[in-house]
């Protein structure tokens, strides 16, 4: 039986930037549209206006994740050899020189920096903390501590402080309870991520929340859970938000998480990232979905 002929030689660059992997690039992309949803909302922004708006977002997002992506191969390199899902990757296995990620790195900052230039002072302020020092430091922190996942809920959501503050100059009180929902949301998700790599971490050295959870895992996720839950309506009461939002966003997230949390087998790597994967798609939707409703109705 003949051999599959090899990949075409772009798609090394394609691995390299992960957008095959949409999951990720929608976990950045949720928080920027959940807050520009509300922002939206709450300043009666024009359909037309909101849509161009989010399809920017989903740009951004999408460079923004391929960008941390690159960086964290970078840097990982000797690491993701040491472990079974990752030591393909093409910095790991050689296909991609270190320079020449370098360069595809530094393509992505600079569309990424063009296209916050036309965005207000806080917004430009927070999406530069967002692009550098947090993004930056994630892939070190695991090094360090058992708490990565805790940096990369900063690292990951900050996005959702740019949205606001692009369309409302200011940051409410809203905005707030939003982001510590999205930080809880961060924490749940990626340790379930973690979890599939639970026996190579610990030969590698690499430190996560999945490991520092250990038999309790399950039962700590259902705690972010319920944060995330709670945060939603939280931010909803004080974005004044309807009754769509609630029975759809916060209702909706509700059951899923629950559903979730009754499926998830954290010792099958399979299970593990069919319930990463539904929180970048399935949750991401319902929790936009019940702010778009309500949006269009309010």
């Known amino acids: 039986m003949e051999k599959p002929p090899p990949p075409p030689d772009f798609w090394r660059w394609i691995e390299l930037s992960r957008v095959h992997k949409f999951a990720g690039s929608m976990l950045i992309f949720w928080p920027c549209a959940w807050g520009m949803t509300m922002a939206a909302r709450s300043l009666s922004l024009p359909l037309n206006t909101y849509a161009m708006d989010l399809t920017y977002g989903l740009v951004g997002a999408a ?99 740019v949205a606001w503050s692009a369309l409302h100059a200011q940051l409410p009180v809203a905005s707030g309870a939003l982001i510590f929902g999205l930080w809880c949301w961060t924490l749940y998700y990626d340790t379930i991520y973690a979890c599939q790599d639970k026996r190579d971490d610990v030969q590698a050295g690499v430190k996560s929340t999945a490991l520092l959870f250990g038999a309790h895992v399950k039962k700590i996720l259902a705690v972010f859970a319920g944060l995330l839950v709670t945060c939603l309506a939280a931010a909803g009461a004080l974005n004044n938000q309807g009754i769509p939002y609630f029975i759809l966003t916060v209702g909706g997230a509700s059951a899923h998480l629950t559903i979730q949390l009754r499926n998830l087998d954290v010792d099958d790597p399979k299970s593990c990232l069919d319930i990463f994967e539904s929180n970048g798609f399935t949750l991401g939707e319902i929790v936009w979905g019940g702010l778009f409703v309500d949006y269009v109705l309010g």
């Not at 191969?73 to 020189?97: C, N, Y």
């Not at 302020?125 to 809920?153: D, E």
């Open 63 to 161: 460079l923004l994740h391929s960008a941390g992506c690159v960086w964290n191969d970078i840097l990982d390199r000797e690491f993701d050899r040491q472990v079974e899902r990752t030591k393909h990757r093409p910095v790991a296995d050689g296909r991609v020189s270190v320079p020449g990620a370098l360069v595809f790195l530094v393509i992505h900052l600079v569309l990424l920096l063009a296209m916050l230039w036309h965005v207000n002072s806080l917004a430009w302020k927070l999406g530069l903390v967002t692009v550098f020092p947090l993004a930056g430091i994630y892939p070190l922190m695991k090094r360090v501590t058992y708490w990565p996942q805790a940096w990369l809920g900063v690292a990951m959501n900050m996005i959702s402080l």
